[in-house]
């Protein structure tokens, strides 16, 4: 599937001022995305993520999503609501899979979290679409995290907007994005289980 393009037919079909509320993860996801939509609609972004269960780590790129929005232009302000933040909702969730790693059932499971309460808040909110920044990652399932975002159509009123961020250099833009604006790249996805497997990656090269 290319979800690339069936995001552009989907773009095609809206009115300016169609409202999108975008999850996001940090702030150098955010920026390729937030430039590629942010001529199209009114983007919300929603910064839910229980999964990163450092709060000083969460708190820290949370800053960055918010530094991102007051510099990088857009045809909308674009606005931030920051989602409830509980890692036992995370760990709960996980419970029986500490030991899989990356890109395991685990994730999977983390994805539809995270896109299922974006939805929720979108319907509650009145969004016309959601979507996730998360399918800008090379480290993230694209066909699963547009799989999850499918299925919650049937159950909320808001359409979810097919995407592939990694399309058109997507992740290179996001470099160069991040360096243009000075922002801080994390090195894991992360929950303690991302971090884990990245220090035992390091330590493996050392």
């Not at 993520?49 to 780590?57: A, F, H, L, R, W």
């Not at 997507?170 to 894991?188: A, N, P, T, V």
Request: charged share 35%.
């Amino acid at each position: 599937m290319n979800y690339d393009l069936m995001m552009e037919d989907q773009i095609k079909k809206c009115v300016p001022g169609t409202k999108l509320l975008l999850h996001v993860c940090c702030g150098p996801c955010s920026s390729t995305c937030l430039e590629r939509l942010g001529n199209h609609f009114e983007i919300s972004i929603l910064y839910y993520n229980p999964n990163i269960t450092d709060e000083i780590e969460y708190k820290k790129r949370i800053d960055e999503v918010n530094k991102l929005i007051s510099l990088l232009e857009t045809k909308y302000p674009v606005k931030l609501i920051e989602g409830r933040y509980d890692p036992k909702e995370f760990f709960d969730m996980a419970k029986g899979m500490e030991d899989l790693p990356e890109r395991s059932e685990r994730c999977y499971k983390c994805y539809s979290l995270r896109l299922e309460e974006t939805a929720k808040v979108a319907d509650e909110l009145g969004f016309d679409y959601f979507a996730t920044s998360l399918t800008l990652s090379p480290y993230k399932k694209t066909d699963w995290l547009n799989e999850i975002g499918e299925s919650l159509n049937n159950k909320y009123k808001c359409t979810y907007l097919y995407s592939d961020f990694k399309k058109k250099n997507g992740y290179k833009r996001s470099i160069e994005l991040s360096k243009e604006f000075d922002l801080y790249r994390q090195d894991y996805c992360g929950c303690v289980y991302s971090k884990r497997d990245y220090l035992e990656r390091i330590k493996d090269r050392d």
